[in-house]
């Protein structure tokens, strides 16, 4: 599932209540998704993917892939994929730092990008904050970076969430929200060097800027007391630098996911 697509995940599900838990009681997720979304930002190509659906959560210590984190509950606060741990939980706010692999781009996937370097695997750092507008409001905005030097560079985002709809068994949310990078960043995932640079694909050097813009809806439904079934679907559209980079085929583009999970 591409990084954007879990973000898309965490935002949609921001708003579900947190289940209550002891803070000794383990609480685990596993499951799977089914996603379609662009070859890479910007494709006009699409690929369908299925990936494993996890997450842990121990006393302090949080552990999720696949949007898991927003699933088993502590993705509210902001969590987001990857290892986590909140810093701050005091009234409206919450306040933390995870660590999360990154897979890079495997510029080989696509013809658009063949011939391109790859932006090789990493370890991001990130620290995130969450404010509790309302009852069924949350606003959120997180920092990352490439901890390990490989190129990823910086990446913000900003982003609100609303629980629209609540029963008993289901729960329907939605979520916008801005991206953006700094220059390393963007010339990574935008940039075309100079011995790149082909007559359809002329050099282009990026500065910081945005990156893009989302707007997400998401779904939950329990099954039973463990099984329940998940999916989203977004819209996002590129901006600033990354909008105007020739490997950008489609500025628009169109996120589905759907999920089974068991929690315990």
Known sequence: MTPKLLALLALASSVLPVQAAQEDEARYLLGASVSVSPEYDGAS????????????????????????????GFGRGGAGPGAS??????????????????????????????????????????????????????????????????????????????????????????GIGLTGGNAQNLRSYFGVPDFAATPDR??????????????GVGVRH????????????GRSRLLGPAADSPLVQKTDSQTVAIGLAWRN
């Open 222 to 233: 329990a099954l039973d007391k463990h099984w329940f079934v998940f999916g989203s679907a």
């Open 85 to 174: 741990t909140q810093l701050v939980e005091s009234g409206r706010w919450r306040a933390g730092l995870s660590l999360r692999v990154d897979s890079g781009r495997d510029s080989g996937d696509a013809d658009t990008t063949r011939g391109l370097p790859d932006v090789k695997r990493t370890l991001r750092a990130r620290v995130y904050a969450n404010y509790s507008l309302a009852p069924d409001w949350n606003l959120g905005a997180s920092l990352s970076q490439d901890a390990l030097g490989r190129g990823g560079g910086l990446v913000g985002s900003l982003d609100l969430g609303w629980r629209f709809f609540r029963s008993d068994s289901t729960e329907w949310s939605s």
């Open 202 to 215: 002329p050099a282009y050097r990026p500065g910081a800027g945005l990156r893009d813009a989302y707007v």
């Open 45 to 72: 190509q699409y690929a369908a993917k299925i990936r494993p659906v996890w997450a842990l959560k121990f006393g302090r210590v949080r552990i999720a892939s696949g949007g898991g984190s927003a699933l088993l």
